[in-house]
């Protein structure tokens, strides 16, 4: 059983598409958030939500827009893609402080 | 601004041998420090943590040593395989309410020599 799901994992898209990354955790953790990795690989956290509510927001511009239907969904929703968003973006769940549950990324292509 | 910083950015070290990595931190409300190791392909995996209040912690053949004064954490690895070759990220965070984030190092990229 998968513990934290995201689909799809690869996906490649022309620039000025609008494209979501959907995610699942059935560890029944309250809180969900989103990383992204850059080519660099290093790792950002974009958003966090607990419990379906938006906790943290980090300066990502406004094309991006996460929505959580239910504390086991956070998708995350891109809007006129850009080159610069090609990235391998992380689902990741927690139940306590300081730690979390990786997914195993969506590769964005962005063309 | 970085608050977290991870050295070497790569490592290589042969079969047997002690991989070391070190990072150092800024912000002192930090007071949980896990270590992530990332396959190719694969999401960080939670390796092993520490609290601020324990100078060290081990588990197996990886062990955390933790220098609060000096704001520095770092990573052993001991009779290090080459299964252990992967991406290591040390990170930092602190406890909320509701949710925390992760700030993570830059990286270590390890090699592994049999």
């Known amino acids: 059983d998968t513990a934290v799901s995201q689909t799809p994992k690869y996906l490649v898209t022309q620039m000025g598409n609008d494209k979501s990354i959907k995610c699942e955790q059935n560890?029944?953790?309250?809180?969900m958030y989103w990383y992204k990795q850059d080519s660099k690989k290093f790792l950002k956290i974009m958003f966090s939500?607990?419990?379906?509510?938006?906790?943290i927001n980090e300066t990502v511009p406004n094309r991006f827009s996460p929505k959580s239907p239910d504390k086991a969904h956070l998708n995350l929703h891109i809007n006129s893609l850009e080159l610069g968003d090609s990235a391998v973006y992380f689902c990741?769940?927690?139940?306590?402080?300081?730690?979390?549950?990786f997914g195993q990324g969506t590769r964005l292509t962005v063309v | 601004q970085q608050q977290v910083k991870q050295s070497p950015q790569s490592l290589i070290v042969q079969k047997g041998g002690i991989s070391i990595i070190n990072c150092a931190y800024e912000?002192?409300?930090?007071?949980?420090f896990p270590w992530y190791q990332q396959f190719p392909g694969k999401g960080p995996a939670l390796l092993i943590a520490?609290?601020?209040?324990?100078s060290e912690k081990k588990e197996g053949r990886f062990t955390i040593s933790f220098n609060k004064s000096a704001k520095q954490f770092s990573l052993h690895i001991m009779d290090s395989q080459p299964g252990d070759s992967a991406t290591y990220f040390c990170?930092?965070?602190?406890?909320?309410?509701?949710?925390?984030?992760?700030?993570f190092g830059e990286g270590t990229q390890l090699t592994v020599n049999p």
């Open positions: 520490i609290r601020p209040d324990v």
């Open positions: 990170a930092a965070s602190k406890e909320e309410t509701s949710g925390s984030r992760l700030t």
């Open positions: 939500y607990n419990n379906k509510e938006l906790i």
């Open positions: 912000n002192t409300a930090f007071d949980y």
């Open positions: 990741a769940s927690s139940s306590g402080p300081g730690w979390a549950f």
């Open positions: 560890l029944g953790h309250d809180t």
